[in-house]
């Protein structure tokens, strides 16, 4: 069983030999050259060296930024796998010390991208207006939330902090 980071691996690997391998005949495949006829220079057409180095330097060149850009991609994937990991696992570490009424109103403002009605918090299973005013004054005395009041009705939304680590 070939496992996912491995399967990426192949991938990469079959997509930049294929790659290599058009670079390297793209002179051929295009059947680029000098019209002799055209040139007057009695030693050699300086037009056709010319052409010469640029069509042998291309596969170098392409070459190289091919090998940066997967390098960069390489390295950047990995901070950002990591990054990933350590924020889910500092979700899991804050839900934790939440109760599960608050764990209801914090996963339905995950889902709502941090911000959502006071009224909306009323919805969720097994909770009601009185129910729901508690949990959200217990978490906004913890500082998780702010209540942001826009006419009649209240804007829940994560506190700074809690919506840098999240988003």
Known sequence: MVSISNKKLLIGFVIIVSFLYLVFNVS???????NPAQCDAIEGCPHEA??????????LLLSFALVVGAATYYFMAGKVESKEQSLKKNTEIILKFLSEDEKKLVNLLVENRGKILQSEATRLPEMNKVKSHRVVQKL????VLEKEQVG???????????????F
């Open 28 to 34: 051929k495949m295009a059947g680029v050259g000098v």
């Open 152 to 166: 009649k009705t209240n804007v829940l939304k994560f506190s700074k902090e809690i919506k840098e680590g999240l």
């Open 50 to 59: 010319q052409l010469n180095i640029l069509l042998s330097s291309l596969p």
């Open 140 to 143: 906004l005395d913890k500082g």
